[in-house]
């Protein structure tokens, strides 16, 4: 019985610290893009999911507030989480109220910035989440002119 409840015990720390290792660790990577055309991501391996990443001059920390100022301005958009090298959106659809969850990652090596939009829910999204990313490309762009 001991040796059970210890065991228990051990596992249970054990997931603590592992979790707790996870959340204040960094992504080196953004998530893979699902099955369904509904994402796409800079990182992808896969041409039909494919994207640029956004690049910037400048330093990181410069292109980070930019892009955060970029995501608090504009519409039906909530910024999630926002660490040094790695912010998280949400954006909302109109209409329907959809959510689709957009990611970026700051690698320190590199002026660039990793991207990835992916729709929460559905199949399809008719290239809504590649047209959003070209827009904010667009209006990062132009802020740093």
């Known amino acids: 019985m001991m040796k059970h409840l210890f065991s228990k015990h051990l596992s249970l720390c054990v997931c603590i610290l592992l979790s707790a290792t996870q959340a204040t660790a960094g992504p080196d990577k953004l998530s893979p893009c699902p099955d369904s055309p509904n ?9 039909a999911r494919f994207i640029e990443p956004l690049h910037y001059a400048g330093n990181l920390a410069d292109a980070r507030q930019k892009l955060i100022g970029l995501l608090e301005n504009a519409k039906r958009v909530r910024l999630i989480s926002a660490e040094t090298d790695y912010l998280h959106a949400e954006f909302r659809s109109l209409i329907f109220n959809f959510v689709d969850d957009v990611e970026f990652y700051f690698p320190s090596e ?9 729709s929460r829910t559905g199949y399809y999204d008719f290239g809504a989440n590649r047209r959003r990313v070209e827009r904010l490309r667009s209006a990062f762009e132009n802020l740093a002119k």
Do not use: E, K, L
């Open 110 to 118: 590199d002026r660039i910035i990793h991207v990835r939009s992916a």
């Open 39 to 47: 994402c796409v991501c800079s990182q992808s391996t896969g041409t």
